[in-house]
């Protein structure tokens, strides 16, 4: 087959995958919460020169706070579901592991002071060690559960009925990213390349 009608064919074969793909399905929700938990290490990153330190306090509790549902789900939901559908323990004991180290790291974090020098840098070596953590379960194991053919629709039901309980027990935090604060890095930015020419 020509290179392009090959390319063709896998275009389509994704989108039919795509297609199938709710987002009521448990890998999809995990995958929602994956990007949005990114976005928000990045914004931490654009914060951490000139964001004030009650900025920084209050997005890197709401990482906290989102990153600890979402082990959670998985722990008591997804991961044993997976463990019992998939021939690969290891790969299960591993990413409970790494659960553990970034709850540790959580704990660090919320129990610390935005002052302390460190403090920021908890909050990055978290966010690469959550880059490192999520790859392995998007390349690894959400394929492995997909091609075992687990109820991936029940456990996703399950999965956004947990989430809704313990989010309505706390309530939502305020908005974390003040226009202010992207406008003055942004202006930030500016000047400090205007001052490069
Ligand atoms: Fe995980
Ligand atoms: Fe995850």
């Known amino acids: 087959m020509p290179a392009a009608k090959k390319t063709a064919a896998k275009k389509t074969a994704a989108k039919k ?4 793909v709710s987002r009521t399905d448990a890998i999809a929700i995990l995958t929602a919460d994956h990007k949005r938990v990114k976005k ?12 004030s330190a009650a900025d920084k306090q209050a ?19 997804f991961y044993p579901a997976t ?21 540790d790291l959580i704990a660090q974090i919320q129990a610390g002071d935005s002052s302390d020098p460190k403090w920021a840098a908890k909050v990055t070596v978290l966010g690469e060690y ?24 029940s456990l996703g039901r399950e999965i956004a009925a947990m ?15 003040p226009a202010a604060a992207k406008t003055k890095s942004r202006a930030a930015g500016k000047t400090a390349a205007a001052s490069r020419l």
């Open 83 to 103: 463990r019992n559908s998939i021939d690969d323990a290891d790969l299960l004991d591993e990413a409970e592991v790494e659960h553990a180290s970034a709850k």
């Open 17 to 20: 995958t795509a297609a199938k």
């Open 40 to 51: 928000m290490f990045k914004t931490f990153e654009k914060m951490k020169e000139d964001g």
């Open 59 to 77: 997005l890197a509790q709401q990482i906290c706070d989102e990153l600890t549902l979402h082990a959670d789900v998985e722990e008591k939901i």
């Open 163 to 177: 989430k809704e309980s313990r989010q309505a027990e706390q309530p939502a935090p305020a908005a974390i990213v």
């Open 130 to 153: 959550i880059d490192h953590h999520v790859q392995e379960e998007e390349e690894e194991m959400f394929p492995k559960a997909r091609k075992a053919k687990m109820d991936l629709e």
